[in-house]
């Protein structure tokens, strides 16, 4: 039984349904229970068209869920909340301003002082490999760099809840398990909650303490995967005994889904 | 049904601020849009609208078969040649944005005051868009397709025929169509500045006597059948298979 | 970055406005095109220098500029703000939409006739059919500029709780910008083609007036420096608008 403190973010029953213009009604997500514990790394996997983004979109505060609440660190969300980074799949790294410009941006508007954004700045660039472009412009680097930038400019906020939505979407398979290994050192030194939502099984078997499966649409959690992994992990993790059986439970769950998804598609080309 | 019920929502609404302006502005600067109507319904009973808007018309024609021959086959010759289409695609650009009016006293002391520099004026707006247009669509034909036609051993004439005009069709409408509205409008200019004949002659002359009603009549007729051509193009344009 | 002065294909295009430029020169100079049709290039040249030098124009020079640059900052400023108040307005904007598709379908210019009946010859007619002209341009550039901001951006304001004019300051209107900038680039085209058209067809004062006025009095040495003025600065000032505008481009995102 996990003690109530230890709960970062709860959803409970909650849907999502969007109208269309055509007047009839979509259900995207739901319904939805879920428990993220503080501190934990929590992977989700399922099928495309799940909902999955729109989980995302709804912890973060982004959209309402049409029914059911969500409370974050206890107290239900009205809009965005405060301690929450979001990284999203597509590239928000504003293309306008430096790479330091960019990482400064919300410490700027959150009204820090110059020394203090300077300091967590540096770190954070640093940290995220970008010194020798911090006067680049986003324009200049690669799809990986990119991200690395939105990164940072989650980072230097310090939030305790960090959700990526397929952050290595468009990056090649290397570049995507270094890039784990920077996810998970970041995870451990801010000691932030973290989900990530991807549809690589291998990322998140490798990443998570605890993975989520999720249906087809509507999503709803169909199987959670405890990994079990000590915190002082990285990609090597892959050649873990456990981690094929990992992999295997994953894709059993989620083969089923997938089928389902593209079984619908099937049967709409058929007369 | 929700398309044609915006339209005509978007007519009553020009309808509606046109005799708002009227009502501000009072009848010397414009007429209603019911007496415009009605006298553009008297003009059209003239013979002497009709006369000037022959001319105008014959003008056209002329130039917009000038602009649009000529301008595909500069744009083919420009654009076959990849350097000789990025060479010339500035100079043509610098071209387009120039204010050609500038340069009417030169066609008028070329050809003379008369349909021959009308022609010109009309043809000297038209012809750099449709080339414009055909040329940079011959430079974007994936190189593929003239490997392939080059494959079947095709000649020049057939390459262009086959496989280089269907590439460029839609492209090469797109142009035609701006040609087309820049044609009437370097006509219509050239007839305001000097002509005693045509539909900007007759504009130029009904201002002289603070005609407006008149003034507002042949403008209204004109910009009615810029945007009857432009929506035909745009039709014809969408039913070429990309 | 390329370090070169010009391109290859740049050198080519210089060599061939020479060529044609002295090609011209060679058939005027020997007689086969008369002088009192064209003067050649370097006449035209020397004329215009005249022109600078002593100053005889300058008040219709000025005149030109000063109708040009109103003409545009108006409708720039009102392109924006009727583009920024549509795009607020979706069901507004859509009826709208065929009419801002065909505005240049229609020969506008048509229309100068009746400014002049309100405002007389002067330069308010002239800045008004000019506005006419180019304000749509503005329009469509806004427009575009707006819808094209990636809705990534707007989730990532969301995230850091910006208020909405925070939002439209910090991050629409930099994302926007070079489109923006675009339709700055279209309207002083059209600005200047609707002052110089006005200023030729019916004006007081004016370089299109003046040209006009030397041409209806035989006077082709003025009306050819003139016209090379007049040619001279519209494709200078248009050119560093597009190369500024080509620079804000490349600034943009490489689309993954």
């Known amino acids: 039984m996990t003690e109530p403190e230890s709960i970062h973010a709860r959803l409970t029953g909650v849907t999502r349904v969007f109208e269309l213009s055509s007047g009839a009604t979509l259900r995207a997500l739901g319904p939805i229970d879920l428990d993220i514990r503080r501190g934990e790394f929590f992977g989700v996997v399922g099928p495309s068209g799940c909902g999955k983004s729109t989980l995302l979109d709804i912890l973060a505060g982004l959209s309402r869920p049409t029914e059911g609440s969500v409370l974050f660190e206890d107290k239900p969300i009205k809009g965005v909340p405060d301690g929450v980074g979001v990284v999203f799949q597509e590239d928000a790294s504003f293309a306008w301003l430096t790479v330091q410009d960019n990482v400064a941006f919300g410490l700027r508007r959150a009204g820090f002082d110059a020394a203090e954004i300077e300091r967590r700045v540096e770190y954070a660039v640093g940290f995220m490999g970008l010194r020798d472009f911090a006067n680049a412009y986003p324009s200049q680097l690669s799809g990986g760099m990119r991200q690395r930038v939105c990164i940072a400019r989650t980072l230097v906020l310090r939030p305790r809840l960090i959700l990526l939505d397929e952050p290595f979407g468009a990056l090649d398979q290397q570049t995507r398990l270094l890039m784990g290994e920077e996810l998970l050192r970041l995870w451990r030194e801010t000691g932030a909650t973290v989900m990530l939502i991807t549809h690589a099984l291998d990322e998140a078997a490798m990443l998570s303490d605890r993975v989520g499966v999720m249906s087809a649409r509507p999503g709803r959690f169909i199987d959670f995967i405890e990994t079990a992994w000590p915190r002082e992990r990285d990609s090597r993790i892959i050649s873990d005994p456990r981690f094929g059986a990992i992999t295997s439970r994953l894709w059993d769950n989620l083969r089923v889904e997938s089928l389902k998804t593209m079984g619908t598609t099937i049967q709409k080309a058929s007369p | ?242 | 970055m390329n370090r070169q002065i010009l391109s290859r294909e740049g050198w080519i295009r210089l060599a061939v406005i020479v060529a044609f430029t002295a090609a011209f020169e060679a058939l005027c100079r020997f007689g086969f095109i008369p002088s009192t049709v064209v003067l050649p290039p370097t006449d035209m040249a020397a004329s215009l220098w005249h022109i600078l030098r002593t100053g005889e124009y300058n008040k219709d020079i000025i005149s030109t500029i000063s109708n040009v640059v109103a003409s545009a900052l108006i409708s720039v400023t009102l392109g924006f703000v009727l583009g920024v108040i549509l795009h607020t307005m979706p069901r507004l904007r859509a009826t709208i939409e065929p009419l801002l598709a065909s505005y240049y379908a229609v020969p506008t210019f048509i229309f100068y006739p009746v400014f002049i009946v309100v405002f007389g010859v002067s330069s308010r007619a002239i800045i008004a059919i000019a506005v006419l002209l180019s304000v749509v341009a503005m329009i469509e550039s806004t427009l575009v500029g707006l819808d094209r901001i990636p809705r990534v951006l707007h989730k990532t304001a969301a995230i850091y709780r910006m208020s909405t004019p925070a939002r439209a300051v910090l991050i629409d209107f930099p994302a926007a910008a070079p489109r923006l900038f675009t339709g700055i680039k279209l309207a002083f085209a059209y600005a200047f083609i609707g002052v110089i058209a006005s200023e030729f067809i019916l004006s007081a004062q004016g370089i299109g007036y003046a040209i006009a006025y030397a041409y209806n009095n035989f006077d082709n040495r003025n009306m050819y420096g003139l016209m090379l003025l007049v040619i001279l600065l519209a494709t200078s000032a248009n050119t560093a608008l597009d190369t500024i505008d080509r620079h804000m481009q490349s600034r943009v995102r490489v689309t993954r």
């Not at chain 2, 492209?171 to 701006?178: C, F, K, P, Q, T």
């Not at chain 2, 004109?222 to 039709?235: G, K, R, V």
């Open chain 2, 1 to 242: 049904m929700k398309r044609t019920g915006d339209s005509l929502l978007l007519i009553l609404g020009i309808l509606a601020t046109w005799q708002v302006l009227y009502w501000v502005a009072g009848d010397i600067a414009l007429t209603s849009p019911a007496s415009t109507a009605v006298h553009l319904w008297k003009l059209l009973g003239t013979a002497r609208f009709w006369e000037n808007a022959a001319e105008t018309a014959r003008a056209f024609t002329f130039a917009v078969g000038i602009s649009l021959v000529g301008g595909v086959a500069l744009g083919v010759m420009l654009g076959v040649n990849r350097t000789s289409g990025v060479v010339s695609e500035p100079i043509l650009i610098a071209f387009y944005s120039l204010p050609k009016v500038t340069l009417y006293p030169l066609v008028l002391l070329c050809f003379g005051l008369g349909m021959s520099a009308k022609v010109a004026f009309g043809a000297m707006h038209g012809l750099i868009p449709v080339t414009i247009f055909t040329m940079k669509a011959i430079m974007q034909i994936k190189p593929v397709l003239w490997r392939t036609a080059h494959a079947m051993r095709l000649t020049a004439r057939q390459s262009a025929l086959t496989i280089a005009l269907p590439a460029v069709l839609p492209e090469v409408i797109a142009g035609a169509r701006l040609g087309f509205s820049l044609t009437l409008l370097g006509v219509l200019i050239g007839e305001m500045f000097a002509s005693q004949r045509g539909l900007g002659f007759m504009i130029m002359s009904a201002m002289g006597l603070g005609d407006i009603a008149t003034i507002m009549a042949i403008a209204v007729f004109l910009s009615a059948f810029a945007i009857a051509a432009n929506a035909l193009l745009l039709w014809l344009n969408r039913a070429v298979p990309r």
